[in-house]
Structure formats: C-alpha cells, structure tokens
C-alpha cells in the first residue's frame, strides 16, 4: 500500500470492562485471519452483548492501550461520525469523495458484513492479511501490560487500536472514524479531530444508553471536542439543544444542514442513474450543486449532504476538494449492505437495516427506485431492538415474509417468537426457518420473475447472506 502524500499532524490524545476480567495471555503469534479471528474471540465482544451497563464502559483503558501503542491516534488527521442511523453511510460517502480528490484516506466502521478486516481500510481496499496479523500481534503484546486493575481489553478495543496503527503506519492523509456504541465513552473517542459529525439521534441501545432522547443525545455529544466544529441535521425536539449547549462549553462552532449549511434535495430520474436524489450544499460562497446521492434512498439524501457539507469544512483546513473530483468519488461510494443488490436472478436486495426508522425508510426506497411486483422479505433482529416497530414497518410493504436468526448473533430473537408476533399484530401469514439459508431459499421459491427478496432487520443478517450467496454463486 501506498503511503500518503503526506503525514496528518500531530494531534492531541472511555472503555468495556468485563464483568468479571480474565486475563487473556497474547498468542504466541498472530500469522494469518484463522489466527487472528481466534485471538479475537478471547476477548469479550460487547457487540454479542444484549445489554452491557454504560459503567462498564472507561476510556482510561484504551488511553492506556493507545500509550503502549505510542500513541497512534495522535498521528492522524481524524474526523468522527456519530448518531442513531446514517453513520455508516456518511462515513462511506465522505470517505469515497477524499479518496476520489486523490487523498489516502483511512475508514473505520462496524459491524462488518463478511469478513472483520472489511472494518479496517483504505479508500476500498480493506487491510491485508498479513499486515492485520502483523498489526494485531502488536497490540496483543502491549495488552497484557495493562494495568489489571482497567480490566480486559475488549474485541472492538483492539481492533479499534489497530485501525489507528494501520492509520499512522501508513501515513494517510485523514481517517473517518465510524463510532461504535454512544460516542461519550466509545472506544474511538480517544482522538481529538478536525471535525465531528453527528447524523440523526433516535430512541436507541436504551438500556445502555439512557431512556429518553435527551439522555442518548448528551452520549452522542460526548465526541465535541474544544474549539471543533460540529455538523449535524435538524434533530428531534430537545437533541439540538442538548448538542448546542454542550458545544457552547467547548467553544466549538454547531453547523446545521439546512440552516448555517445552505441544503437542497430533489428527487429526479435519468437515463444514466433512474430514479435518485440530488443533493446540494454550500457555506459562505462554496459549495457542491445538484451531486447525486450514490445510496438509494430519500433518507440518503441528508447524509450525503452532511458528507458533501464535511468536505467544504476540511477544505478550510488545507484539503483541496473540488467538485468534480468530489462527484467522481462519490459515485463510487462502496454500498456494503445499504440498498446492496447481490445477485441479479432472482434480485436479492441486502440492507443491515435495524431501526424502526430505517425500516420505513427502506421500504419507502424501494417502491420509489425500484420496480417489482411482490416483494418477498427475509428478516431477522436483535431482542434488544424496537421489535414491533420494525415488524409494523415490514408489514407495511411485504406480501411474504420468511423469519430466521442469524447464525453470528447471540442477541438475535428466535424466528419462531418473530413470526408469532407479526402474525398476532399483523394478521398476516408469515413462515420462521431454521437458517438464513433456509430463509433464503424458501423466498426463491415463493417468488416469480418480477418478485424481489429483500434480507434486512440487522447487518448480522445481511452479511450472512452475502456470505451465504457468495459461497453459491462465487460472488
């Protein structure tokens, strides 16, 4: 891999405890990803927790990990992407649109789909084998030097830590940190960036997180840093705020799309894209106009425009992003489960959906972009989520539903207890599986040329099916 063109400045430098620690030894040596995927399962997963307390999680241990490391994340020119929903996917667009300006630029996301170094990359390439292992090795050495009294280095931990020595050792030119859980005690804020992000807050993690939106609003504010300018959307009552208030204390600038960020949306449809939505967006004089959103989806729009409103903040900061080469990037934003066709006959559509909110919208996305006469749904969730809103939302756009749980997830709600509550809010006839490939192939069978399968309800769910059918069609 290349390094970039130059090296990000040095910037200035919250955490998963176990309920009862146990000390991991480091292997003898990490070589290749069955070692790896092994080492990583020693540690504990928060991601497979179903409601680990808010306590739990300190950030002194991963300050203290990022210490033995030599400060990684001091290294690097950051910028931090926190909310409820569309995090993920502004990462992707803001990434995509740096790389497209001829930048080395860092990504940093979760869950991944396939395969866990998908979570780690630069531009589209993921990190290789063996410099995950090398780099793993490394971290899996110093983390037996911490002090026992912080407790075990976590799963999203570590690989939090090597992202940001993947980052530094490769000298590239920014990094866009997608946050993992809140943002207040997330692993990842332990860099101080050069911009923060903030998508839009829902109801979410409640047992974790707080009950009330002002509580999750006050984690998601976490990530301010002083004197850093924030760019968010126009929130639910009492977020904003909540977001204002604490940016007031830190000295640092709060910029809302569509009242300091000039925002614009319309909906259109040519021969070259079809249907899609063009966003624009500008700040005293500069802007980007009518770029097309490379996600399907209404809902897209306001994330590309906080991506599209990122790059005229960075270009205050030294980096030169102008349009065209901004429109050539994003059009090649990699989808990774968002609005994701996998296969062409029959059209399976993957999107790791897992709100109540991004249901809707989902469902809404489809009937505008697309053409189909019934569509067929595999769906599975987590127990911890707002399960009945979310069956509410299928209801309102399936004609057939096939239930299953995800093999990888432990907080994954049984199939059976999923098509007993759809049939008694719903009164409509559903079928449970025993597999994900079991639901998938009873959708193929229910279907007819002008059907769709959609396989949606959580990104555990939509990675084993792009695993599943990668594995059959050689994807």
């Known amino acids: 891999m290349a390094r970039g063109a130059s090296r990000g400045k040095d910037r200035l430098a919250k955490e998963v405890k176990p309920a009862e620690p146990v000390r991991v030894d480091a292997p003898a040596r990490i070589v290749d990803d069955a070692s790896a995927h092994s080492y990583l399962r020693s540690r504990v997963n928060i991601e497979r927790m179903t409601a680990p307390a808010l306590e739990s999680f300190k950030l002194d241990r991963m300050r203290a990990l990022c210490e033995l490391l030599g400060n990684p994340e001091r290294a690097t020119r950051f910028v931090h992407v926190a909310g409820s929903k569309g995090k993920g996917s502004v990462v992707e667009m803001l990434g995509a649109c740096l790389s497209g300006c001829g930048f080395a ?29 090398k780099l793993l090795t490394h971290v899996a050495g110093v983390v037996s030097d911490l002090p026992e009294e912080l407790g075990e280095a976590t799963y999203f931990e570590v690989l939090t830590a090597t992202a940001l020595l993947y980052f530094a050792d490769q000298a590239v030119d920014a990094a866009v940190l997608e946050v993992g859980l809140g943002g207040r005690l997330d692993a990842t804020n332990v860099v101080t960036p050069e911009l923060c992000v903030i998508t839009p807050i829902h109801l979410e993690h409640t047992q974790i997180l707080g009950e009330t939106l002002e509580q999750i609003a006050t984690e998601k504010a976490g990530i301010l840093k002083a004197g850093v300018p924030v760019i968010t959307v126009r929130q639910e009552e009492g977020v904003l705020d909540i977001l204002r208030e604490h940016a007031s204390t830190l000295n640092a600038e709060v910029l809302v799309l569509g009242e300091q960020v000039e925002y614009s949306e319309r909906f259109e449809a040519d021969a070259k894209l079809g249907p899609h939505m063009r966003v624009g967006v500008s700040m005293a004089g500069e802007g980007y106009e009518h770029l097309a959103s490379p996600i399907r989806g209404e809902h897209q729009a306001a994330n590309c425009g906080l991506a599209l409103a990122a790059l005229l903040e960075l270009r205050k900061r030294g980096f030169d992003t102008p349009e065209r080469k901004v429109a050539r990037g994003l059009a090649k934003t990699a989808l990774n489960g968002r609005f994701e066709q996998v296969l062409r ?10 709100t109540p909110e991004s249901i809707n919208a989902l469902i809404r996305a489809l009937g505008a972009h697309l053409r189909f006469d019934s569509l067929v749904v595999v769906f599975g969730c987590a127990r911890d989520k707002n399960v009945d809103a979310m069956l509410a939302g299928i209801a309102g756009g399936a004609d057939k539903v096939f239930f299953a749980r995800a093999d990888d997830s432990p907080r994954a709600l049984d199939a059976s207890e999923l098509a007993a509550r759809f049939t008694e809010r719903h009164g409509k006839m559903s079928q449970a599986e025993a597999s994900v490939k079991d639901a998938i192939n009873q959708a193929h069978r229910a279907t007819t040329r002008g059907d769709l399968i959609l396989v949606t309800g959580s990104f555990h769910i939509a990675g084993e099916a792009k695993r599943l059918l990668a594995a059959k069609h050689g994807a």
């Open 105 to 133: 630029v860092g990504i940093y996301t979760s869950p991944h789909l396939v395969h866990v170094r998908e979570r780690i990359r630069i531009g589209h390439r993921n990190i290789n084998e063996g410099q995950f292992a």
């Open 345 to 354: 006959d029959p059209r399976i559509i993957v999107d790791g959906a897992h």
